[in-house]
């Protein structure tokens, strides 16, 4: 598990595309967001859809977010206001991914693809408990399904259907790291 949770540990950042649920007290929601994940700076949350939302963004530092839509800016409070947020969804399993304190580990299928299914804690600073829970496909190391439980009652899911990590050289036109192709 070590050895998978490193290239998370050590990455610059990635780039990922999933679609995301939230049940919270019965209410459910779902849209595909694309995530371009900074680890200790600034993340981007894009809504691709529905088409009724998307392009709202959500722009994520460590202690505060804000929204943005069509040049306009929001500020959302600080993180630890929406800890639990389908915007901070993609970020908060990375950020579990790199930090969080290792809980269970095992090898089984999703959706019939071979992974390792890790589970950390990451309790946050409201009351509650929190775990996240990802499957890495076991070949290549890249996140399959994630999922947020608040004292045992799953929150948020995410099913990822694009990951990259960012290059590890830098491009020479730019002189920052970028997607990798």
Excluded at 2 to 22: K, L, N, T, Y
Excluded at 103 to 110: R, Y
Excluded at 148 to 166: H, P
Aim: charge should be negative.
């Amino acid at each position: 598990t070590a050895s998978m949770r490193q290239p998370f540990h050590d990455m610059a950042g990635c780039v990922m595309e999933a679609e995301v649920s939230c049940d919270q007290e019965g209410l459910a929601w779902e849209a595909v967001l694309r995530c371009d994940y900074v680890p200790g700076g600034e993340s981007v949350v894009e809504v691709l859809s529905p088409e009724t939302i998307a392009g709202v963004r959500a722009v994520i530092t460590d202690t505060s977010w804000q929204l943005e839509y069509q040049g306009e800016c929001l500020n959302a409070g600080t993180l630890s206001d929406q800890e639990i947020s389908p915007a901070a969804c993609l970020p908060r399993l990375m950020s579990a991914l790199r930090d969080g304190w290792l809980l269970e580990e095992n090898e089984e299928e999703w959706d019939g693809v071979p992974c390792r299914r890790i589970t950390v804690d990451q309790s946050g600073l409201q009351d509650g408990k929190i775990l996240s829970t990802v499957w890495l496909r076991l070949e290549g190391g890249t996140p399959l399904r994630g999922e947020i439980a608040v004292d045992g009652q799953i929150i948020l899911t995410a099913d990822f259907t694009n990951f990259s990590f960012y290059d590890t050289i830098a491009p020479e036109s730019q002189g920052e790291p970028g997607p990798a192709g």
